[in-house]
């Protein structure tokens, strides 16, 4: 935070609705999209906010880069899934989910 603060010419702060807009991002060329997923199911479905009952993010962005990078010339995107973690007990583990 101390280097945004002291460096302010380098960052510009825009709006919720001025970033995470569709129109916005498809005006962008060769934008990439990098979206993180919770899980995924065999007909590609992807899940990004509940796992289950339980709310894991809050709204985002999310599906308007997603949708606009689609849009955009040259744009892609790419849902990344969780990856193992180190639990506790040095064990990898990851979140556990039931549908």
């Known amino acids: 935070m101390r280097f945004i603060v002291e460096h302010p010419e380098v960052f510009e702060f825009r709006t919720i609705s001025e970033v995470a807009n569709v129109a916005v991002v498809a005006q962008q ?6 979206n993180n997923i919770l899980a995924i199911d065999l007909t ?4 990004i906010n509940y ?5 894991i993010a ?3 962005g999310n599906f308007d880069f997603t ?3 689609h849009y955009a010339k040259g744009g892609r995107s790419h849902l990344l899934p969780q990856q193992h973690c180190q639990g506790w007990n040095g064990l990898p583990h990851r ?3 039931t549908p």
Do not use: C, K
């Open 44 to 47: 590609g479905q992807a899940v």
């Open 95 to 97: 979140a556990q989910h």
């Open 29 to 34: 060329e060769n934008i990439v999209a990098v």
């Open 51 to 55: 796992l289950g009952y339980l709310p």
């Open 58 to 60: 809050g709204i985002g």
């Open 67 to 69: 949708v606009g990078s």
